[in-house]
């Protein structure tokens, strides 16, 4: 089974812009999450979309939306990007195997806001 | 807020040399993993602890949950450089239907050949 693919992996934009970001899970898996990853605040749960509904949701201003699409992939939107939004975004598909969750996480999208 | 405290937070050591990371909390978690993250990549489970008091193998690790499953560490065995990677440690907290993981900021392991 191929993972987690994630993309663009890396991305320059200037303050002010929006940038776009795409994951596609791991087949069969319904479930996608979204982490904000640097260095001082490790990884920061962004939200969580299952079967095209967002599911649970952390504490990140409204500049930053998700949505998933029928066949589970899923996108994320910054908008009116800030420097401090510079930071490794991951993004994970899950399963649940014998009532215990497993996620798969891709390589993330590096993002340099300038 | 920082719930989870993992300790060293950079560690450089020999090769097969022995060490152990911690992951400490004043919360109770009804689970903990581990993971591994090298340079590039995203964060790859290696261990989910259940039990207070489990202790957990693989190969080389071993992983050990509290006993009031607060905190839990991972110990390495003649370290190798394979092992060089950021290892993060995510407790699970059960809110009605919805299971939140709280991360630590991760031990950032350098194992010199």
């Known amino acids: 089974k191929a993972g987690v693919t994630q993309t663009p992996r890396y991305l320059i934009k200037t303050r002010g812009q929006q940038v776009t970001l795409s994951c596609s899970p791991i087949s069969g898996h319904r479930s996608v999450s979204w982490y904000q990853q640097t260095p001082g605040q490790g990884l920061q749960f962004l939200f969580e979309?299952?079967?095209?509904?967002?599911?649970n949701k952390g504490n990140f201003p409204g500049r930053f939306s998700g949505r998933q699409f029928s066949n589970s992939r899923s996108e994320m939107n910054v908008s009116t990007l800030e420097l401090g939004d510079s930071a490794l975004y991951l993004c994970?598909?899950?399963?649940?195997?014998?009532?215990?969750?497993?996620?798969?996480f891709g390589p993330g999208t590096r993002l340099l806001v300038l | 807020t920082q719930l989870l405290e993992q300790s060293p937070q950079f560690l450089s050591i020999q090769e097969g040399e022995n060490l152990t990371v911690y992951c400490n909390s004043s919360?109770?978690?009804?689970?903990l993993q581990w993971y591994r993250q090298e340079p590039g990549e995203g964060p790859v489970l290696l261990v989910t602890v259940v039990t207070g008091g489990e202790v957990k193998k693989l190969k080389r690790l071993t992983f050990q949950f509290g006993d009031a499953r607060k905190d839990s560490s991972l110990h390495i065995t003649a370290a190798q450089p394979g092992d060089t990677g950021l290892y993060l440690c995510a407790g699970a907290e059960h809110a009605g239907n919805n299971r939140k993981l709280i991360w630590g900021l991760g031990t950032s392991l350098a194992v010199n050949p």
């Open positions: 979309y299952f079967s095209e509904t967002q599911r």
């Open positions: 994970a598909s899950k399963a649940n195997r014998a009532g215990r969750e497993t996620q798969y």
């Open positions: 919360s109770v978690f009804s689970s």
